[in-house]
Structures are given as C-alpha cells and as structure tokens.
C-alpha cells in the first residue's frame, strides 16, 4: 500500500505561490503515477495534473496550464504541485492520488488507488 500525506496548503494572496508536497510511504513510489486532484465545495474533483511513473511526462488541465507545475523526486517519495499566480477561483480542497503504473493517460478519479487526506487552498482576492 501506499499512504500519501500531503504539506503545504494554506491561505494566500491572489497573485502569490504555493507548493503542495506529497510523501508517500511505499518503497516502490517509482512504479507509481501520482496525480493532484481538487475539490471546491458543491462541485466534483477535477483533475489538475499527472506526473506518469515512467517517463516523468506530464498533463495538465486547461486551468491549470502555465500557472502549476507537477514534479516528483523518486529519492525522497514525494511528489509536487508548484502553484503560481492564483486566482479566488482556485480555493478548494487538493489531493493527491497515486495509480500503480499510471501515465499521462490516467485522468479519472475513480482510476487511482491511494490518496491523501486532503490540504486546503485559500486564495483571497
């Protein structure tokens, strides 16, 4: 199994940073595709990025391209998500997911195995 605990959320400007870290506990976290998911209330949790297990390519939703980057450091478990210049709209829960295998191709929540707890981003105007 893989337990995936996620740092790094909190309350931030409109226009500033964040970097959501996310470490998880299986020595094999090189066999796994990591994705970050969000959750803002009333609406179902939409794909933000995929990091393949393979290759280290990568995919990004549409809101998300040129503003987030997902990165992972197979040494230390942990995989990223470097927010840039955010917005109110972007205020939700975020998660991180690992899939076994799992590529550029594995959008779908339902897809992956393992997830963190949650962390929340705030961004005030």
């Known amino acids: 199994q893989a337990q995936l605990v996620e740092t790094g959320g909190g309350l931030v400007q409109a226009g500033g940073s964040l970097r959501l870290s996310c470490t998880a506990s299986t020595r094999l976290f090189r066999n796994y595709g990591m994705g970050w998911f969000r959750q803002a209330p009333g609406k179902e949790r939409a794909l933000i990025s995929v990091?393949?297990?393979?290759?280290?390519?990568?995919y990004y939703s549409d809101f998300a391209k040129g503003r987030f980057t997902i990165s992972r450091d197979n040494a230390k478990n942990t995989a990223y998500l470097q927010m840039n210049s955010l917005k109110p709209e972007d205020t939700a829960v975020y998660y991180c997911?690992?899939?076994?295998?799992?590529?550029?191709?594995?959008?779908?929540?339902?897809?992956?195995?393992?997830w963190g707890q949650g962390t929340q981003v705030t961004v005030s105007p």
């Open positions: 990091i393949s297990y393979s290759d280290d390519s990568t």
């Open positions: 997911a690992s899939k076994l295998y799992g590529t550029t191709a594995s959008r779908e929540p339902r897809e992956y195995n393992f």
